[in-house]
């Protein structure tokens, strides 16, 4: 189906952040004011906007958005790069076209542009590492990184206007945000659905990230796919630290536990470890820390896990003889 200004464009982009509860929206420019039309059910959890200077300063995007995302629990990331216009499922819906969002474009207000947008549900494996992608190149909006973009522009002067390019450099990645764990359940898993084996979608789009994320080259055989993965996932800087901490964990009470870590400290040092704003709530990062616990026993056999009772799983670092 097809979407068009000035008929039915609007409905179309509200109705598919109202009907999927967690959507991530890429936009060259970003208005906040349409946005807070469109995202009154709060399912939108992600936003990759341009924000180049020119933009801000021109306010066809606004700063303001950042307090916004803070505000909602929402997840900024910047990308001087990208031109597309989409709202995307985190699994295989996307509506997609030239829209941007704002009063002239999604909304259709006024003296409006032309715009067209589509849906589809069907998105290939590919697509979904594609969009993957784009999160992962693209720079985390901290608190100084906003301070320091909002100091540029106010520091423009006109009517001799130079716009200092500020693009997105190389990925320079923050090692502790939640996008840089795993999220595939196992890594035979990982290479069943990198070796063609289809499964469910949500197994699959986990799998989008993670190939992504690793930069696993392509037709790989099976030995040298998990020694490439091995050694990437076990120089991560999250990971290091993580390993490190259970480690070095120690129990006053029962010394006997130096060297482990039950489940409810593993959720609290994540939260208080992770540089992603909003910091996810403890329930939240179960599944992180469950996939996690996996991925670490089946690359480095010094740790292990079990479940000493029926309420947690606990984390072992075991000392080599």
């Known amino acids: 189906m097809l979407y068009r200004s000035g008929e039915n464009l609007f409905e179309g982009a509200k109705s598919f952040v109202d009907e999927n509860d967690e959507t991530t929206l890429f936009?060259?420019?970003?208005?906040?004011?349409?946005?807070?039309?469109l995202n009154d059910s709060r399912?939108?959890?992600?936003?990759?906007?341009?924000?180049?200077?020119?933009?801000?300063?021109?306010?066809?995007?606004?700063i303001e958005l950042y307090n916004y995302c803070l505000e909602n629990n929402i997840v900024l990331y910047r990308n001087t790069r990208i031109h597309l216009k989409a709202f995307w499922n985190n699994n295989k819906s996307v509506f997609f076209g030239s829209a941007n969002i704002s009063r002239r474009g999604i909304e259709a207000l006024g003296e409006y542009n032309f715009e067209l947008n589509g849906k589809i549900d069907v998105m290939t494996f590919a697509d979904q590492s594609y969009l993957n992608k784009i999160i992962l190149d693209s720079e985390y909006v901290t608190e100084a990184l906003h301070a320091q973009l909002k100091n540029i522009v106010e520091s423009i002067e006109v009517p001799n206007v130079i716009f200092p390019k500020h693009p997105t450099p190389p990925p320079t990645v923050d090692s502790f945000l939640i996008n840089q764990l795993p999220m595939t359940s196992s890594p035979e898993l990982l290479f069943k659905i990198y070796s063609?084996?289809?499964?469910?979608d949500?197994?699959?789009?986990?799998?989008a990230h993670d190939l992504e994320l690793y930069r696993i080259p392509k037709n790989l055989n099976e030995t040298d796919f998990y020694d490439f993965l091995k050694e990437t996932f076990n120089q991560h800087l999250f990971i290091q630290t993580f390993k490190e901490a259970i480690k070095t964990?120690?129990?006053?009470?029962?010394?006997e536990r130096n060297g482990s870590m039950q489940f409810g400290a593993v959720r609290r040092w994540f939260s208080e470890n992770t540089t992603t704003v909003p910091t996810p709530r403890s329930f939240?990062?179960?599944?992180?820390?469950?996939?996690l616990?996996?991925?670490?026993?089946?690359?480095?056999?010094?740790?292990?896990?079990?479940?000493?009772?029926?309420?947690?799983?606990?984390?072992?670092?075991q000392k080599q003889r």
């Open 284 to 291: 939240e990062l179960t599944s992180y820390v469950q996939v």
């Open 202 to 207: 949500i197994e699959m789009n986990c799998a």
């Open 43 to 62: 399912h939108i959890k992600q936003i990759i906007v341009r924000w180049e200077i020119e933009d801000l300063y021109k306010k066809v995007s606004d």
């Open 293 to 317: 616990y996996v991925w670490i026993c089946y690359f480095d056999k010094g740790y292990s896990w079990d479940v000493p009772s029926a309420w947690s799983q606990v984390i072992y670092y």
């Open 196 to 200: 063609g084996d289809k499964q469910e």
């Open 27 to 37: 936009s060259a420019y970003l208005k906040l004011h349409t946005l807070k039309k």
């Open 249 to 255: 964990a120690t129990n006053d009470r029962k010394p």
